[in-house]
């Protein structure tokens, strides 16, 4: 899947918009993790050295739900951008219009932010004629917001109809990536963890024909447990698919594909109670699973010895508490070490996950999209992809 690059369309003195995946986390209208802005500056930095005459930057910041959200304006993220970048950034009030318009073309400088583009209601609807106004800002349309990929919104697809468009840098390397998951070398072993075995049930069947080992954690683990008779105690099951799991199991059997699942476990009477926490084999009524245990971790790195391709999507434990995150953090650390592995992680928690444990510099790829990295290993077509033409 060869899609047309930033670096193959003529920048300079060119007005360049780019859609960006600026949707951080704020606490009281500070950034409390940069690492969205942070990995969009390649491709920014890339466009400025083109000499274009404007780079114009778009983005979506929480949900606002087509309305103007005071708390949810982009403002901070235009100063942490200047901060980046060590020079200014313009900061709009709205994405659209003649106002609009003419900000830009006066502003002095190189740099604008418009405002955050879901104030509009136009914009998750997919638009077109919203996206029309978008793309009479510029001369050319940039997708790098990979997090916004599986949307049909109307700056992420729409927009690409009426602008000569192309893919920057993070998305380029996603696709790269994930589509070694998809095309992998192997033996290739794949991790899932996560609580629901329905959010990871597309990626069970398009990966079962390409995979050597599924390793499954988490709260999911549960559910298969449960499906060989395998005592659970009060620990989260997705009651209506014990039998989905037992089919997957039957069906892994079948194509000679090895499905490990937990030997031991954490457990805790409570999630809020960790001085209740016990290491079992087989959870007791009365408690439930938190993350795997100790055995279970070494053999999970055992069973990953000699993987050319690793993929791990969904934490092992409850990660965010200290008390349960020893399963998701042997296996992260586990996996830096792996040096003739391409280990990729899939977006959203086991990004959070990898990053917390101090190891996602260590890996191949860590994805920066939860919801379209799934979508894209299940094998879907990601619409704001599909729009870019192909070289």
Not at 1 to 27: Q, Y
Not at 120 to 132: I, L, M, R, S, T
């Amino acid at each position: 899947m060869a899609k047309i690059s930033v670096k193959d369309l003529e920048l300079e003195n060119k007005k360049v918009l780019v859609r960006v995946d600026f949707n951080v986390p704020l606490k009281e209208g500070k950034i409390t993790d940069d690492t969205r802005i942070r990995t969009s500056l390649l491709t920014i930095n890339y466009i400025l050295k083109q000499n274009p005459r404007k780079l114009i930057l778009i983005s979506h910041l929480g949900r606002p739900k087509g309305k103007v959200v005071e708390s949810l304006r982009m403002g901070p993220v235009a100063k942490r951008l200047e901060e980046l970048l060590g020079e200014k950034v313009l900061k709009l009030d709205d994405c659209v219009g003649e106002k609009v318009k003419r900000e830009i073309d006066s502003f002095g400088g190189l740099v604008v932010l418009l405002e955050n583009v879901r104030f509009h209601p136009e914009e998750e609807k997919g638009d077109e004629e919203f996206a029309k106004k978008l793309a009479e800002l510029a001369d050319i349309y940039v997708n790098d917001a990979f997090g916004t990929a599986h949307r049909a919104h109307a700056s992420t697809t729409k927009i690409a109809k009426f602008l000569p468009s192309c893919i920057g840098f993070l998305m380029e390397k996603e696709i790269e990536y994930l589509s070694k998951a998809l095309n992998p070398e192997r033996p290739y072993v794949v991790i899932l963890g996560g609580a629901k075995v329905s959010d990871k049930i597309g990626v069970v069947n398009n990966l079962i024909d390409k995979v050597d080992k599924f390793l499954i954690g988490g709260a999911m683990a549960y559910t298969f447990l449960k499906s060989k008779g395998i005592s659970v105690g009060n620990s989260k099951v997705e009651e209506e698919k014990i039998d989905l799991a037992k089919e997957i199991l039957d069906k892994a059997e079948s194509k000679g594909v090895k499905i490990v699942l937990p030997l031991d476990h954490v457990v805790v009477e409570d999630i809020d109670l960790p001085h209740t926490k016990k290491i079992v084999e087989e959870v007791p009524e009365g408690f439930m699973g938190v993350d795997i245990g100790p055995q279970t971790a070494s053999l999970f790195l055992k069973e990953l010895e000699g993987a050319k391709t690793v993929l791990w999507n969904g934490p092992l434990g409850i990660f965010e508490n200290p008390h349960y995150a020893n399963g998701s953090k042997e296996i992260a650390t586990g996996l830096a070490n792996f040096l003739d592995t391409t280990v990729i992680v899939g977006g959203g928690d086991t990004a959070s996950c990898v990053s917390e444990f101090g190891v996602k510099d260590k890996l191949a790829h860590v994805s920066t999209g939860g919801g379209a990295s799934l979508e894209f290993l299940e094998g879907k077509e990601l619409p704001a992809i599909a729009v870019i033409p192909e070289k």
